[in-house]
């Protein structure tokens, strides 16, 4: 039998009564009251938008992404710029929340490579966490033939978020470039951060992610300190929070956690797919090299550092 096919109706991510603990991505409790920010008291003078209205509005599973990479302060200005009729996503009263993502790689990062050379046909494989509800879902990304971003997905356990399951695996076989590589898939690089979702219009949607940070497997984390990423969602042209982030002298960057992440973790990969944001951006000045400051112990290494803006 395939695997069910992702439905979030259907989840406890869609009602959520307060008795799930949000937890991090070693499954520890996040306190609540350090999730607030600058950006959430932005986010309220939003109205709200439930997930099942966000989703008959604008789920968008094909569609032209735009990447901002910006300092968090920019976030509040852009919100204080957005039309009042935008909509942000609200569950149980949060506007923000935590995700973790694996992504599964082949040993020799064909996935990575076949992004770093712009291949026609590439894939991405990753467990998205929805931390906050406790759910999970199995994405894989292609590319159709008028090059949009195409998502598909299942769900998957929560605590197999870094395990690619023998279900699993039939899933990512039902793809069929990514099916040559599947029993090669291991975990190549865990990201986390927090969202907020914003519902542009009935066709467009836009994400707001802080708190970032790459972590090889079983090696250190970065954190990207003040960085946020703004991305935008639509069926290809340009949306209202596009041209704000143009007025507000930003543009479009070439971006992806995962490329990015393991260009930063391992600086001998082919990166110039991403010069800007890592050189210019994030001051990886040579390789193996870039601002760090201490940042602490990370939960599953003593090396964590952080990215200076």
Known sequence: ?????WDR???????????????????????????????DRALERLRSVTLSDLLDAAELLTRVDRKYLVHESVLVELIERLDPRVR??????????????????????VSYHEHAKVRPKRFKVRTRAYLDSGTCALEVKT?????????????????DRDVLT?????????????????????????????????LLSPDERATLDTGLSFELPDGPRLRAGSWAVVESKSSGHPTELDRVMWALGHRPVLFSKYAVGSALHRPDLPAHRWHRVLHRDLGRSSPGTWPLTRAGSS???DRSSTLAP
């Open 1 to 5: 039998m395939p695997p069910r096919r």
């Open 9 to 39: 109706r259907s989840d406890p991510v869609t009602a959520l009564d307060g008795r799930t603990a949000a937890v991090d991505a070693t499954g520890r409790a996040i306190d609540a009251g350090a999730r607030a920010s600058g950006l």
């Open 88 to 109: 942000v996503l609200e569950i149980d009263g949060a506007r923000t929340f935590g995700y973790a993502s694996m992504y599964f790689d082949t040993p020799d990062l």
């Open 143 to 159: 590319r159709d033939p008028r090059g949009l971003t195409v998502k598909e997905r299942v769900p998957h356990a929560l605590d």
């Open 166 to 198: 023998d279900e699993g695996r039939t899933f990512v076989a039902g793809f069929e470039h990514a099916a040559r590589h599947v029993d090669r898939l291991v975990p190549a690089l865990r990201t986390t951060y927090r969202r907020a979702t914003l």
């Open 299 to 301: 939960p599953t290494s």
